[in-house]
């Protein structure tokens, strides 16, 4: 195994005390010129690599940056976090990702570990399970910049940027009803989230604002988002004395999956229902029909983040802004 080259070896090598190496390693202005280029060339020559987690601890704080996701392999989440790393990469940051896989003591246990690291700051999108953001407190109280987005709890003091869920929902319904769709149903999921809680929100007021009745067995809540989440519940929207016309769902995922229902039972998309779903990920143009989508504009949510959480870190000022962002429809063909 290769060994790992320290200041102190490159200090033996040059014949210099390792506080000098560690001062030009630094870039340190008490380390003249002609020693430090002498050491730089040395470390380079030995292959030196910094111990970024070693230097945080020294220095109150790392040059890394920890985000905390639900899901990995949810598009939203991973396209995120590949956009951010670039951004943090060209400001000479490092990610450090964590998945709380939906799960509130996960997502406490990943906060301890944040501040055991000294991370420069935090980007965070909470569980399923949270039902409240209490144990975000210890990065305040350790003066870590946070910044919530996507999913943000709503009992706590911290900077956010967030899809206008509510509006972005009003509007899909709306457009349901302009195609002349009355029976409007939904697809929800975990409305103590502020995200789906705002997509419900906004469902039932497009309807009374429209003056259709509101029909609560319309309204399936299923434990999650996924294919086989948006499969199960299309099949209860079609045991119902009164099928719906249209199916608005919370995600991609859960549209594609009542559209596989569908199409097992030959009912015509969009000609019998109407389906409409969230996030424009990359299975929404391979699915049949290609399905219409609110997009979420993930790279807009990324630069917003980004200036954020870097405005505190840079600043050293911990502050609370809220920034929201709107959705567009992309209209394809199952609607």
Partial sequence: MKKHVTIKDIARELNIHHTTVSRALRNCKSVNSQTSELIWKKATELGYKPNLLAQGFRNSRSKIIGILVPDLQHYLFSKFISDFSNLARQSGYSVMVFQSSDKYKIEKEIVNILVNYRVAGVLCSISIESKTGEHFNLLKESDIPLVFFDRIPKDIDASCVEIDNFHAAYDAVTLLIRTGKTKIAFISTSSHINVFGDRLNGYKQALVDNNLDYNESFIIEQP?????????????????????????????????GAIKFLKNKNIRIPQDISILGFDNGPMCIVCEPELTV???PIERLTIECFDLLMKQIESGIIHSERRTIKGEIIFRKSC
């Fill in 224 to 256: 999650g988002h996924c294919m086989n989440d948006g499969y199960s519940a299309a099949r209860k929207l079609l045991e119902l004395e009164e099928v719906p016309d249209a199916i608005l769902t919370v995600s991609d995922d859960s549209a594609i």
């Fill in 294 to 296: 609110v997009n979420q």
